[in-house]
């Protein structure tokens, strides 16, 4: 049966096939051709290939063809340089500590205005220069190296930089070391510094104060020199309401002392200096000698210390051995006035242009000085000096 219907299907197929033939045979010659189907699709007239047509055609592929998708291409990357390795920022050195001028070592010092200038007033106006000082010194220093425990002795030029005069007016009081000589760099500094010896600019106060002294040393550039000093001699330091400096004897506070050393402390910071400040001050009238000389400086446990200054108190007048070691003792004792870590003392050898007496009589001996030998009265110094000024 299934047979059946498929033969006749195909039969049926095939007359519907020879009639479409025949009339398409019969058509109108004068009629307008049709189109191709393959026109009508190119045309855009139907969307439908030959296969809708004719089923019995094999299938025509599409007149237009169409190009194969493109793979694509990724953008070539803009090439990322690589991390360049971080250097370290050069570190800022940091400046070396100031060191002690006084570290294992004995100053010495030749005390006056000038060389040549005014020899009433100290051994180093004696000297017309540096020269006949060298010569003069080493005397000094070889007995010092046979009594000081083999420290170092290091030769200073003590300069009276600010001389006290009467007072005018209103003025300072004080005649300064210009007005002799203008170029104290090259005639003092420069020459100490070759030599490897210091300078001490010693300020005798007058009407003024010691910030006052400094700052100017400080603005006329000396102290820039790192081999230069500073020495403060408050006897000289004008009372107020008098006008002869040292009559009656003055005096300066611990404040004062202070002051000074902060200054000092400030600019070795600030210059970077190699070496520390030295500060002397000079003194004979204390509370613990109490013998109706004022105290030249007052509330004297108040004064500190500061890391880059070196304070020291220089035992100072003239007198016999007893009176000069008893002195120095009392007025450098560090259980008294905890702040000591330098002390000095000042000899007054006999000077052929002072006639007054005003030197000591005797002199104390180097051994009588670092306590080997007893002074006459049996006394002898309780700590050896750090500083020894010939006068």
């Avoid at 050393?261 to 109490?290: T, W």
């Amino acid at each position: 049966m299934m047979r059946r219907f498929s033969a006749l299907s195909l039969l049926v197929a095939a007359l519907a096939l020879v009639a479409a033939c025949q009339a398409a045979q019969s058509v109108d010659p004068t009629a307008p051709p049709r189109p191709s189907t393959a026109a009508v699709a190119t045309q855009g007239a139907s969307t439908r290939d030959t296969r809708t047509l004719d089923p019995f055609l094999a299938p025509t592929p599409s007149s237009t063809p169409v190009p194969p998708t493109a793979t694509p291409v990724p953008p070539t990357d803009t090439p990322v340089p690589p991390t360049p390795t971080p250097v370290p920022p050069t570190a800022t050195p940091t400046p070396s500590p100031a060191v002690s001028w006084l570290s294992n070592t004995t100053l010495l010092g030749a005390y006056g205005r000038a060389f040549g200038v005014a020899p009433i007033l100290g051994r180093l106006g004696m000297y017309d220069n540096i020269g006949e000082m060298a010569a003069d010194m080493n005397k000094f220093a070889e007995e010092i190296r046979a009594v000081n425990d083999g420290k170092k002795v290091l030769t200073e030029i003590h300069l009276i930089y600010a001389l006290a005069m009467p007072c005018q007016a209103n003025d300072e009081c004080l005649l300064y070391l210009e007005a002799l000589d203008s170029n104290l760099v090259e005639h003092y500094i420069k020459p100490a510094q070759q030599r490897g010896w210091l300078v001490v600019l010693d300020t005798q106060l007058g009407r003024s104060d010691p910030v006052t002294q400094i700052n100017r040393m400080i603005e006329k550039g000396y102290l820039k020199y790192d081999n230069v000093e500073v020495a403060l001699d408050p006897e000289f330091h004008v009372v107020h309401g008098h006008l002869t400096p040292g009559i009656p004897v003055g005096t300066i506070t611990a404040q004062q002392v202070n002051d000074a050393q902060a200054l000092l402390d400030a600019y070795v910071q600030k210059e970077h200096l190699a070496h520390k400040k030295i500060l002397i001050v000079h003194q004979f009238g204390d509370k613990m000698v109490n013998d109706g000389v004022p105290y030249m400086i007052q509330n004297k446990t108040d004064v500190r210390v500061y890391p880059n200054v070196d304070l020291a108190i220089v035992a100072d007048g003239f007198g016999g051995p007893d009176s000069k070691i008893s002195k120095y003792d009392k007025m450098t004792d560090s259980t008294v006035y905890p702040f000591i870590r330098f002390r000095g003392i000042k000899l007054f050898p006999p000077n052929p242009y002072e006639h007054a007496g005003h030197y000591d009589q005797p002199m104390l001996t180097f051994r009588q000085v670092w306590g080997l030998d007893p002074t006459p009265g049996k006394l002898r110094a309780t700590v050896p000096p750090d500083v020894v000024i010939m006068n």
